[in-house]
Each structure stands twice: as structure tokens, then as C-alpha cells.
T-cell receptor, first 110, second 117 residues
Framework: RKEVEQDPGPFNVPEGATVAFNCTYS??????FFWYRQDCRKEPKLLMS???SGNEDGRFTAQLNRASQYISLLIRDSKLSDSATYLC???????????FGTGTRLLVSP | GAVVSQHPSWVICKSGTSVKIECRSL??????MFWYRQFPKQSLMLMAT?????????EQGVEKDKFLINHASLTLSTLTVTSAHPEDSSFYIC?????????????FGPGTRLTVL
């Protein structure tokens, strides 16, 4: 079983749709959780950290479920510019050694 | 956010040659730098962690004699791929953080695409 798993997609949604991604992790001792966005052939950019209480940043909401060992990302009112690959990352050590999932590809169409 | 640069952005080399990739933090002091590798359609895989002035810590399965890492200053780390072979062709990305805990955000460089012929 992979340490961090994501559905590769692609998720094809129309503009304005709400879409949600999940990411499961295997190590129950995981300390920190993150969502990154990666555009084609570019570096990942931090979208948001994921806290136990959940957090929201504009159209983006992240949740952590420690009992079931998954994190989620919800995107509301999708824009064309949201088309990208969304990577989740988990830090098991507390020292920034990130383990990434393979990413979920999102395609938002007009 | 902070800026991290990488040089070169792409490189094509012949099998057997060595390639050096530089990673610089431009506007902050990076006590910790990380090197990742990403093969097509795969996730970023951490190769090694380097702290300024000390030896890098390599992840399991990464050959330290093949991937030489030097972190000589708080703004510069280098990765040298020695005797590169076609299977080393990949996207190499560095990241830098001002500290080693999870509270210190990692800032990623733009990556270096290595193609070994």
C-alpha cells in the first residue's frame, strides 16, 4: 500500500462546479498535512496547510480526518484557472520530510 | 512568498557525464534544503535533506555517491548527478526552508529537467 494515495483523475468539471478530492495516508503518526497545486511541468506551489479543525481560504476548504486517515480538498465555484494537478503531502517526521501523493488532475471546462 | 531559483532550468547531456544543479534561496536564509525527483506521471520523491554546513541525509534507495549534495552556504545548495545515465532523466526540484520543523514552509524552486542521452 502506498504511503499517500490519491485518485489520479482526471476530474472533468464545468466552470462553477464544486469538486472534492480525497487523499489517504497510511502512517497514523503523521504530523502535518498539505495541499499543493502543480501546473504542467512546473514546481508545486503550496495551496494550503490542513489543520485538525479544518481550514478555508476563499473557494478552497481543506479537512483532516485522523480517524479515517484522509485529508480532503473542496473547491467551490471552479474557475478555468483551477485546472491543474493537486498534490497532497504528508510529513511523518515533523521535520518537513514530505511524502507526496501522485496528484489528482482537475480539468475545468467552459 | 520567498523565492527559490534553480539553474539550469533544463539540461541535455551525454551518458557518463556529470551534471551540477544549483538551488538558491534569493531572499531568505535557508538552513534546510531538500532535493526531490519527479518522473513523468509520478509523485515527487524526496531524495535528500541538507542542512547548511553538514552532510546531507539521503532517503532509502538514493545513492549518495551518485547524487552529491553540497550545502555550503545559507543560500546555496548544489546537486551533482555523477556519471549520469538515461534512467537518471527526470525533473529535479529543490525546496528551501528557513528551519527544519513543519512550521517552516518549504518554498520550491522551478525545477531542472534533465535528459540524459
Amino acid at each position: 500500500r502506498k504511503e499517500v494515495e490519491q485518485d489520479p483523475g482526471p476530474f472533468n468539471v464545468p466552470e462553477g462546479a464544486t469538486v472534492a478530492f480525497n487523499c489517504t495516508y497510511s502512517n497514523s503518526a503523521s504530523q502535518s498535512f498539505f495541499w499543493y497545486r502543480q501546473d504542467c511541468r512546473k514546481e508545486p506551489k503550496l495551496l494550503m496547510s490542513v489543520y485538525s479543525s479544518g481550514n478555508e481560504d476563499g473557494r478552497f476548504t481543506a479537512q483532516l480526518n485522523r480517524a479515517s486517515q484522509y485529508i480532503s480538498l473542496l473547491i467551490r465555484d471552479s474557475k478555468l484557472s483551477d485546472s491543474a494537478t493537486y498534490l497532497c503531502a504528508v510529513d511523518y517526521t515533523g521535520f518537513q520530510k514530505l511524502v507526496f501523493g501522485t496528484g489528482t488532475r482537475l480539468l475545468v471546462s467552459p | 512568498g520567498a523565492v527559490v531559483s534553480q539553474h539550469p532550468s533544463w539540461v541535455i547531456c551525454k551518458s557518463g557525464t556529470s551534471v551540477k544543479i544549483e538551488c538558491r534561496s534569493l531572499d531568505f536564509q535557508a538552513t534546510t534544503m531538500f532535493w526531490y525527483r519527479q518522473f513523468p506521471k509520478q509523485s515527487l520523491m524526496l531524495m535528500a535533506t541538507s542542512n547548511e554546513g553538514s552532510k546531507a541525509t539521503y532517503e532509502q534507495g538514493v545513492e549518495k555517491d551518485k547524487f552529491l549534495i553540497n550545502h555550503a552556504s545559507l543560500t546555496l545548495s548544489t546537486l551533482t548527478v555523477t556519471s549520469a545515465h538515461p534512467e537518471d532523466s527526470s525533473f529535479y526540484i529543490c525546496s528551501a526552508a528557513s528551519g527544519g520543523s513543519s512550521y517552516n514552509e518549504q518554498f520550491f524552486g522551478p525545477g531542472t529537467r534533465l535528459t540524459v542521452l
